[in-house]
């Protein structure tokens, strides 16, 4: 079966744009940085942030992870726009809006 199909074909022009092509790829290959360090330095801080009440908030969970790895310090971090957003609701959507009512929580 091997012999039927593969010994009575000519590859030689075909194989030669091939062999250029595949070089090429290693050449991209071998320029490219192979390295694990984001990785391994995203270890510790998922150790920090994961605990046995958090484990099984995964959404929760992943969304820390990303803003660990890829959002600003707390020193850039301004917090009023994500607390605009979250204060406003949709109201499209029929939500309240959300109202700090501080007083009706004191004795």
């Known amino acids: 079966m091997f012999n039927s199909h593969f010994c009575d074909?000519?590859?030689?022009?075909?194989?030669?744009?091939?062999?250029k092509d595949i070089l090429r790829?290693?050449?991209i290959l071998l320029v490219l940085p192979?390295?694990?360090?984001?990785?391994?330095r995203m270890?510790?801080?998922q150790n920090r942030l994961k605990s046995s009440l958090r484990a099984?908030?995964?959404?929760s969970l992943e969304g820390l992870i990303q803003i660990l790895a890829r959002g600003p310090s707390l020193?850039?971090?301004?917090?009023?726009?994500?607390f605009?957003?979250?204060f406003a609701r949709d109201q499209s959507k029929g939500e309240r809006?959300?109202?700090?009512?501080?007083?009706?929580h004191q004795k």
């Open 43 to 45: 270890v510790p801080s």
């Open 84 to 86: 605009d957003c979250w």
């Open 25 to 27: 790829l290693i050449e």
């Open 97 to 104: 809006q959300r109202r700090l009512n501080f007083l009706t």
């Open 9 to 19: 074909k000519d590859y030689s022009s075909q194989g030669k744009s091939d062999l």
């Open 34 to 40: 192979i390295s694990a360090a984001g990785c391994e």
């Open 75 to 82: 020193e850039e971090f301004n917090p009023v726009p994500s």
């Open 56 to 59: 099984s908030l995964k959404k």
